[in-house]
């Protein structure tokens, strides 16, 4: 039930009136009480003035310690390096009994690339409600230029506050032999990496102009990620929305994804992945893959996107994987899916290649099986003639692929076409286009 302002007002007078109302209102750690969204806070002048509050104290509540990160020297003007500052209050929250990071609201802090290390002695909640600003000085990442912010080997972590992360890519986007064919191909930062995280949740932030990669998820496991707006120009090179590898167990749900490449990626080595209610475009649309890159031998299974807007991407729903290499993508599904002015609606692609100068070559003795794919309740426009393309490898063909209630067209009403080589295909319901061998 929500309180009414008054005894808000009543609860910052008498401590521990405030601590036996929090106690009845949630079972949920302290730091709750004063995200940008709460339920329980009525929208005003009250919540603003339980905000400043909030922010201006780092006392300890109920037996979490508030830990302010302008009060280990951070200035948050956006001009001044602050990176220093948020070690500190990293180390004294990591080795607190529940801790809560606060970074406040209308501050920018420049960071320059920084890591989160785990373990930690409890539970962490990360309060980001001001906005963390990228150093846009190339030679801050001499020592690691694939990263930004990393939370590494941190269990038991919630990051919320509705606060921005922002990435000042532009200067690496410049800079990208995908803008400029004359420079040699080199890495760029990602913006936010979760690296050996286990019971993670992420909520409510935004997370913007990446150096390259917004957000990745590697090599953990159990992981929230919801409502998360995530957004850069439709020309930034390679700037994947959110990239899962080498994780199992993570729910990504109700989340705008507007970037220059995939809005989701999965590769190797995921399992037990759901997409829900997710908005994409502009982008490369939802991948699995690329797989097998290199003759490597990688597999992606139990995957669902159930419930997606797609708009001005070049792809849908798309599968890639590089002839050479071995492995399996099995058990996809994707459902409830609609498609605006989308280039390629559905597509696998088992010869896949982004190799610049030098041609793949699509015949090879080996590919990433492909099978057990669903695609269910699709419908919508296609920018292009082809909505359903199937190009399957000739000596490992996709296999136990369905289509069940698919209405593809083109932008203007015209009827759309299906392009399928290789592939074990089953229809079920109305099914539009069809391969040609099926009609």
């Known amino acids: 039930m929500a309180l009414s302002p008054i005894h808000f007002l009543l609860s910052f007078t008498i401590i521990i009136s405030f601590v036996a109302c929090y106690s009845n209102l949630q079972e949920a750690p302290l730091i709750n009480t004063y995200v940008d969204h709460s339920p329980s806070i009525d929208d005003g002048d009250t919540l603003l003035f339980f905000k400043n509050m909030i922010n201006q104290n780092t006392n300890v509540f109920g037996g979490t310690q508030i830990v302010n990160v302008n009060d280990y020297g951070a200035k948050g003007n956006g001009c001044t390096d602050d990176t220093q500052a948020f070690k500190k209050a990293w180390e004294i929250v990591c080795s607190s009994t529940e801790a809560v990071f606060l970074v406040p609201l209308d501050n920018y802090y420049l960071l320059k690339p920084i890591r989160f290390s785990g373990p930690c002695k409890s539970n962490i909640t990360v309060q980001l409600s001001g906005s963390l600003e990228a150093s846009e000085e190339p030679s801050d990442y001499s020592e690691d230029q694939r990263h930004w912010l990393v939370f590494d080997n941190v269990q038991n972590l919630i990051i919320n506050g509705g606060g921005t992360i922002n990435g000042k890519g532009n200067i690496w986007w410049q800079n990208s032999c995908k803008r400029n064919k004359k420079r040699s191909c080199k890495d760029a930062p990602t913006a936010l990496t979760f690296d050996s995280c286990e019971n993670l949740i992420v909520e409510n932030l935004s997370i913007e102009n990446a150096q390259q990669i917004h ?102 729903v798309r599968i890639k994987t590089w002839p050479g290499g071995s492995g399996s993508a099995t058990n996809i599904k994707f459902l409830n899916i609609e498609m605006d002015n989308v280039t390629n609606p559905i597509i696998i692609d088992q010869n896949y290649c982004d190799k610049k100068k030098k041609p793949c070559k699509k015949k090879s003795d080996s590919a990433v099986q492909i099978s057990n794919v669903l695609y269910q309740n699709i419908i919508g426009k296609s920018a292009s003639d082809v909505a359903v393309k199937f190009d399957c490898s000739k000596k490992f063909p996709c296999n136990k692929i369905v289509l069940q209630n698919i209405d593809l067209q083109c932008e203007e009403g015209e009827a759309a076409s299906a392009l399928c080589n290789n592939v074990e295909l089953s229809y079920i319901g109305h099914v539009t286009p069809l391969c040609a061998s099926y009609s």
Do not use: W, Y
């Not at 998360?228 to 109700?254: A, R």
């Not at 893959?289 to 003759?295: C, P, R, T, W």
């Open 215 to 316: 957000v990745s998820f590697q090599d953990s496991m159990n992981v929230k990620a919801f409502g998360l707006n995530v957004s850069s120009p439709e020309d930034s090179p390679n700037t994947d929305g959110i990239h899962v590898t080498n994780t199992q167990n993570i729910q990504i749900s109700n989340s705008l994804i507007g970037t220059g490449d995939d809005c989701i990626s999965i590769v190797h080595g995921s399992r037990n992945v759901e997409a829900t209610n997710i908005t994409c475009g502009p982008g490369h649309g939802i991948s699995i893959g690329s797989l097998g890159a290199g003759k490597s031998k990688e597999f992606v299974s139990e995957v669902i996107v159930n419930g997606a807007k797609i708009s001005g991407t070049k792809n849908g």
